[in-house]
Every structure is written in structure tokens, then in C-alpha cells.
């Protein structure tokens, strides 16, 4: 149980268009889910924290126009990257939370190459 | 803030020797701590959590407040541990990660 899933799982962009990612809790009803950024050999920076039907908290330096976060059901969140550049270019991860549990469950990434 | 260290990039040890991946933190409240693993081409997971105070494929992590640590050990280590290791301390539910260890078991 418990599965978290990405779509799409790589993806390549022309430099000023506007790239979707998309992010299923897919057996359960998430309370809460985070979008992180995790650059080549770093750690995972949590960028946002989304919860169904509200605006999601951007952490200090993430950009809330560039980075829009829409979280319209319990087992979907959807992170539009928009007037990608190459400096976005960076592997994005979600994770979902469940019921009063803090831990996270994470998805398997999606990766963004922007040309 | 909170901050999480993980001094050691990368450790390589032989099948059946002890291993201890280190991670200190800082954080001002009652720390939660984590440790993730993510395996070759595979999604983090959650390894162990220090209010479970459980074993997890042999791992141990104790929570040592007086030297804010928070060391992940096995005793005998396998060549399925390959992996990297994150650390990890909750704040309200958001997680900061340290910078993670490669861990390499050799035959």
C-alpha cells in the first residue's frame, strides 16, 4: 500500500514553455503533499507543502510564480514549472503523507531537462 | 533552523563488517528523526523512524540528544545495503534531508 506515482517520469523542454508534473497517491487519500527539487549528487530540498483545496506554503527562495503548485483532489497535486529555463533543469520529487502518520511516502521522480 | 549532517559522501565496507552511517542534526525543539534509503534505480523509502525504536534489515539508529546524533549502524553488513542513505528530522511534518551517504558492501 501506500504507492505514490509521477507522471511524467522524464521529460525535455524548450527554454520560456511551461512543463506539468503530475503527482497520485494512488491506494490511499493523501492529507499532505510536499514537492521537492534534488539537484545531480545534492539532497533533496523540500520546495512546497500542498494540501487539498488550499494554497500550498512555499519554503524561503522557492518562487511561487514560477513553481505552481495546484493540489484540486485528496490523490492528486500537480507542479507546473512555468517559462522553464535551463537553470530548472533538476530532478523533482513528491511524497504524500497519510492520516495522522507523518511519514512520507515518496514518488519515483520525474526528471526535467530544459534545452 | 534545522540542519542535518551527514559527513561521510561515500563508505565502502566488506560483506560482514560493521558498519555506521553518522548523522548529526540541530534543531532547537524535541527532534523527530528519520533515516531514508533509496536503492539503484528505486524510490526513497523510509528505513527507520527513532520514536519506533525498532530494527529494520538489521539497522539500528539510536538518538543520542546530548550529541545530537542520530548514527544508523549494522552490525554485519550485507551487499544488498548498497544504497544511498539519507538522513532526515521532521519540523510539522516538513522534512530536511542531509546530503546522504553511498553506501558500498563488497564482496
Known amino acids: 500500500g501506500a504507492v505514490v506515482s509521477q507522471h511524467p517520469s522524464w521529460v525535455i523542454c524548450k527554454s520560456g514553455t511551461s512543463v506539468k508534473i503530475e503527482c497520485r497517491s494512488l491506494?490511499?487519500?493523501?492529507?499532505?503533499m510536499f514537492w521537492y527539487r534534488q539537484f545531480p549528487k545534492q539532497s533533496l530540498m523540500l520546495m512546497a507543502t500542498?494540501?487539498?483545496?488550499?494554497?500550498?506554503?512555499?519554503e524561503q527562495g522557492v518562487e511561487k510564480d514560477k513553481f505552481l503548485i495546484n493540489h484540486a483532489s485528496l490523490t492528486l497535486s500537480t507542479l507546473t514549472v512555468t517559462s522553464a529555463h535551463p537553470e530548472d533543469s533538476s530532478f523533482y520529487i513528491c511524497?504524500?503523507?497519510?492520516?495522522?502518520?507523518?511519514?512520507?511516502?515518496f514518488g519515483p521522480g520525474t526528471r526535467l531537462t530544459v534545452l | 533552523a534545522q540542519r542535518v549532517t551527514q559527513p561521510e559522501k561515500l563508505l565502502s565496507v566488506f560483506k560482514g563488517a560493521p558498519v555506521e552511517l553518522k548523522c548529526n542534526y540541530s534543531?532547537?525543539?524535541?527532534?523527530?528523526l528519520f533515516w531514508y534509503v533509496q536503492y539503484s534505480r528505486q524510490r526513497l523509502q523510509l528505513l527507520l523512524r527513532?520514536?519506533s525504536r525498532e530494527s529494520i534489515k538489521g539497522f539500528t539508529a539510536d538518538l543520542n540528544k546530548g550529541e545530537t546524533s542520530f548514527h544508523l549502524k549494522k552490525p554485519f553488513a550485507q551487499e544488498e545495503d548498497s544504497a544511498m542513505y539519507y538522513c532526515?528530522?521532521?519540523?510539522?511534518?516538513?522534512?530536511?534531508f542531509g546530503q546522504g551517504t553511498i553506501l558500498t558492501v563488497h564482496p
Open positions: 500542498s494540501n487539498e483545496g488550499s494554497k500550498a506554503t512555499y
Open positions: 527513532h520514536i
Open positions: 511524497s504524500a503523507t497519510v492520516g495522522a502518520n507523518n511519514e512520507q511516502f
Open positions: 491506494d490511499f487519500q493523501a492529507t499532505t
Open positions: 534543531y532547537s525543539g524535541s527532534p523527530e
Open positions: 532526515a528530522l521532521d519540523s510539522y511534518g516538513k522534512l530536511t
